[in-house]
């Protein structure tokens, strides 16, 4: 998939979020009062609809439309909340519902097999819809993610959304935590990118329900709202490159476990990572781009908790006095994820053409219990920063720091930032794991791109450093902080220049695609002994036609 098929999913969320954000305030007047019929701690749940109509556009070109129908979750009397967890890559997902009921917290494990993932509830939302004649159009069934979208349903709710922002779709996700805070509301659409509606333009009525083994698992009423659904042609044509430039979001598309920001004169990168080519499927709404500034931020009428976080900050001076860090002093926890988006290709930015590459994805993250904390400081004139890690104690005061390694610009396309070059590094071993190729990118800037496992200790389900808009400096910098937070990880796409393996005189057979965390050991950790991680591949074909067959690993069936 192409960099511009990515943005053009964006694009379409971009616009069916900004206008479900504006009707979650519509929608305060149809908050559930709390009901006397459930025991204490047990959320009071409730399917409404916003408005009763809405428009979606279907561009030309496109085979369909992402339909965002503004129906919302309600949540009274208790919040919502699930813990989502699997022991190991050959375990099933587990989900458990959290009752808490003042000091008070009970847990009910839903029945196996309701989820697959860590995306939502799948088959949560049946939605039926038919054309002016009475026809029946279309049916779909949609994931419901709690941390989809939210506001508030009344002034009194808590004023802000403890909860994660989204729900993980990296397909080695290990933990994560959904919920819905107490007089609040979540979205309920959901879309699959790989198939948008093929609804032709026309007037329809959608009539949508959750499903039965939903309302009767969690007491949810049996509601059908309906919405007026009008779809409309719409073109570039008129509009210039404003508007062009509106709908794809152009340098600032978002999206899940994409890496490096693409060089241009956009003064903001939203989302989890500022990527031009992100990993489907598709971010919660309150995390995708709104194509412009005002659709975003914590102020009157953004309710949804989406926010521009504030820029790290490096110490103004490097440290001085004695390094080192005192031994019970909480450290990160670097693990390796297998790799995945393994793919033939002849070429990124900065390979050689007409040669084949092996290339793929990799995430390293944070175990903690401590987030990784790295400055960089420059001397005036120098073409490297001199990298620093720190170290706090548990009220967050700095106890200690130990140099560790370098920083370096990295002037590429695709790149113009600064790298820390002691992370992680990526090998293609063969057969008898004996080194084969190694690639050329050993240098990475941090975000915190992906959830992993917010259910570890110390997990922060709100880090700040989720895009390149936070991190990373720029080339007339001093200095840099780059943090990598607990629970979350780091993920390069295939798609990143530099990082995938060149091939093209290797024979068929087996190999390994071997992700390395902290590979030369200058980063202080609680544990060193499971910074590596391996993914089987199988090369075949002829060059210029080169296969790869990607074998499950273990449970997880991701290529």
Request: charged share 20%; with cysteine.
């Amino acid at each position: 998939m192409t960099s511009q098929q990515h943005r053009k999913r964006i694009t379409r969320a971009s616009l069916a979020a900004a206008a479900s954000l504006t009707v979650v305030v519509v929608a305060a007047g149809a908050a559930p009062g709390a009901g006397p019929s459930s025991p204490a701690g047990t959320p009071k749940l409730k399917l409404v609809a916003a408005s009763k109509a809405v428009t979606v556009d279907r561009w030309e070109g496109e085979s369909g439309v992402y339909l965002d129908l503004g129906t919302y979750i309600t949540v009274d009397k208790a919040p919502l909340e699930f813990k989502v967890t699997r022991k190991s890559y050959k375990d099933p997902v587990v989900a458990q519902q959290i009752l808490r009921d003042g000091t008070t917290t009970r847990t009910k494990t839903l029945p196996a097999g309701t989820v697959k993932d860590f995306s939502g509830l799948p088959g949560f939302l049946e939605v039926t819809i038919t054309d002016a004649a009475g026809h029946v159009a279309a049916k779909t069934r949609g994931t419901f993610c709690p941390n989809n979208a939210s506001g508030r349903i009344r002034p009194d709710a808590p004023a802000k959304s403890h909860y994660p922002e989204s729900c993980p779709t990296n397909p080695f996700t290990l933990g994560s935590v959904w919920g819905v805070e107490k007089g609040w509301a979540s979205n309920s659409s959901a879309f699959d990118y790989d198939k948008p509606l093929d609804l032709p333009v026309g007037e329809y009525t959608a009539k949508v329900a959750v499903a039965k083994k939903y309302r009767d698992m969690f007491g949810i009423p049996d509601d059908r709202p309906t919405v007026k659904v009008t779809v409309r042609q719409a073109t570039d044509e008129g509009g210039g490159e404003g508007v062009a430039a509106e709908r794809s979001g152009a340098h600032h598309a978002a999206g899940h476990g994409g890496h490096e920001a693409p060089a241009g004169p956009v003064s903001h990168h939203y989302g989890p990572r500022g990527a031009d080519a992100p990993t489907p499927p598709a971010l919660s709404h309150a995390l995708e781009d709104r194509g412009a500034a005002h659709h975003l931020g914590d102020g009157p009428g953004h309710t949804d908790g989406s926010r521009i976080a504030p820029a790290l900050k490096a110490n103004a001076e490097r440290p001085t006095g004695r390094a080192g860090a005192p031994a019970n002093v909480p450290k990160p926890d670097l693990r390796s994820l297998p790799a995945w988006d393994i793919a033939i290709t002849d070429g990124e930015d900065g390979d050689v053409p007409g040669k084949d590459y092996l290339a793929f994805s990799a995430n390293v993250w944070n175990a903690g219990p401590a987030p990784l904390v790295v400055d960089g400081f420059r001397t005036p004139g120098a073409d490297l920063m001199d990298a620093y890690q720190y170290f706090y104690d548990a009220n967050g005061r700095q106890v200690g720091y130990t140099p560790t390694g370098t920083m370096e610009w990295d002037p590429r396309i695709g790149h113009e930032h600064w790298h820390f070059t002691d992370f992680a590094s990526y090998r293609l071993l063969s057969a008898d794991r004996t080194e084969a190729v190694r690639s050329g990118k050993e240098a990475f800037c941090l975000a915190n791109t992906d959830a992993v496992n917010y259910t570890v200790k110390n997990a922060n389900w709100h880090p700040y450093n989720t895009d390149l808009s936070t991190a990373c400096g720029e080339q007339n910098s001093l200095s840099v902080r780059e943090v990598l937070d607990v629970g979350s990880g780091d993920t390069y796409t295939q798609y990143r220049p530099g990082q995938s393996f060149d091939i093209t005189d290797l024979p068929n057979g087996t190999y390994y695609i071997q992700v390395v965390a902290n590979p030369s050991k200058r980063l202080k950790e609680t544990n060193l002994n499971n910074n590596v991680a391996l993914r089987k591949v199988i090369l075949g074909g002829t060059p210029g036609h080169r296969t790869v067959k990607v074998p499950p690993h273990q449970l997880i069936d991701a290529r």
